[in-house]
């Protein structure tokens, strides 16, 4: 039989974002208060719908900047200080997953170094960075004294394919600098091991392991007391981007 294109309804496509970083200590998310229906007053994390004219990187880019004022980390080209780490993560395709209409997501994840509170924009009504765990597991009241209900459409299982994500590929890959400024410490690296797997760690044995790989910190021959006490000396990532051996998370 001869293929029929109106035999199939349309739908349209979105691109949401878990974008992470690591502020006092903690592993956190940015959310967006929904300020139209559906879910309206409900946190959701950011994204909007693929325009005409774009491809998904091209979608996923544009609402990073639009939500962070991020640039999206060019691999081939020079690192810029504004920019972030950022990938696909997966597609979310369950017919009911927005009241709205048939909506395909095509979920990127973004990883930044620390930062400054955001500004809403679009139709939310304020945005916040907020700890993982009172997102994925909203229980009474967060640290801002909101009270933390379940995020909208299928938002949570879409953080927390992106938080597993970031806990599993830093276990052997480089992606854990993308939480550091462009000079940062062992001490520092060793923080954002500490906040994304929620453990820890020997300081020891942790700067043994990242010192170990030849390539993977690369000293600038500078050093640091932002942290506190002696100085410290300060590393930026190398050309090795895996780890050898991993470093195995521990149970938390």
Same mark, same amino acid.
């Given at each position: 039989?001869?293929?029929?294109?109106?035999?199939?309804? $349309?739908?349209?496509?979105?691109?949401?974002?878990?974008?992470?970083?690591?502020?006092?200590?903690?592993?956190?998310?940015?959310?967006?208060?929904?300020? #139209? $229906?559906?879910?309206?007053?409900?946190?959701?994390?950011?994204?909007?719908?693929? %325009?005409?004219? #774009?491809?998904?990187?091209?979608?996923?880019?544009? /609402?990073?900047?639009? /939500?962070?004022?991020?640039l999206a980390?060019?691999?081939?080209?020079?690192?810029?200080? @504004?920019?972030?780490?950022?990938?696909?993560?997966?597609?979310?395709?369950?017919?009911?997953?927005?009241? +709205?209409?048939?909506?395909?997501?095509?979920?990127?994840?973004?990883?930044?170094?620390?930062?400054?509170?955001? +500004?809403p924009g679009?139709?939310?009504?304020?945005?916040?960075?907020?700890?993982? /765990?009172?997102?994925?597991? $909203?229980?009474?009241?967060?640290?801002?004294?909101?009270?933390?209900? $379940?995020?909208?459409?299928?938002?949570? +299982?879409?953080?927390?394919?992106?938080?597993?994500?970031? %806990?599993?590929?830093?276990?052997?890959?480089?992606?854990?600098?993308?939480?550091?400024?462009? /000079?940062?410490?062992?001490? #520092?690296?060793?923080?954002?091991? #500490?906040?994304?797997?929620?453990?820890?760690?020997?300081?020891? @044995?942790?700067? +043994?392991?990242?010192?170990?790989?030849?390539?993977?910190?690369?000293?600038?021959?500078?050093?640091?007391?932002?942290?506190?006490?002696?100085?410290?000396?300060?590393?930026?990532?190398?050309?090795?981007?895996?780890? @050898?051996?991993?470093?195995?998370?521990?149970?938390?």
């Amino acid at each position: 039989m001869p293929y029929d294109p109106s035999a199939f309804p $349309p739908f349209a496509v979105t691109v949401d974002l878990v974008v992470l970083t690591v502020r006092r200590h903690a592993l956190c998310a940015l959310a967006v208060r929904r300020g #139209e $229906p559906p879910f309206q007053g409900r946190w959701a994390l950011p994204g909007g719908f693929v %325009r005409g004219d #774009e491809d998904l990187e091209t979608a996923a880019a544009r /609402e990073l900047a639009e /939500e962070t004022g991020l640039l999206a980390h060019d691999p081939a080209g020079p690192v810029a200080p @504004n920019a972030a780490h950022l990938e696909q993560l997966a597609t979310y395709g369950d017919p009911g997953r927005d009241p +709205r209409m048939r909506v395909v997501s095509v979920a990127h994840l973004a990883l930044a170094p620390d930062l400054p509170a955001p +500004r809403p924009g679009g139709d939310a009504r304020s945005v916040s960075w907020v700890p993982v /765990e009172e997102l994925l597991h $909203p229980a009474g009241y967060g640290r801002d004294g909101d009270v933390r209900a $379940p995020l909208a459409f299928d938002h949570a +299982r879409i953080l927390a394919d992106g938080v597993e994500r970031a %806990r599993s590929k830093i276990e052997y890959s480089s992606l854990a600098t993308a939480f550091c400024p462009q /000079e940062f410490t062992v001490g #520092e690296l060793r923080r954002v091991y #500490e906040a994304v797997w929620g453990v820890a760690l020997d300081p020891r @044995n942790f700067h +043994r392991k990242v010192t170990g790989t030849p390539g993977f910190l690369v000293p600038t021959g500078g050093t640091t007391t932002r942290q506190g006490g002696r100085p410290a000396q300060l590393f930026r990532a190398g050309g090795a981007t895996l780890l @050898n051996p991993p470093m195995l998370r521990p149970e938390a």
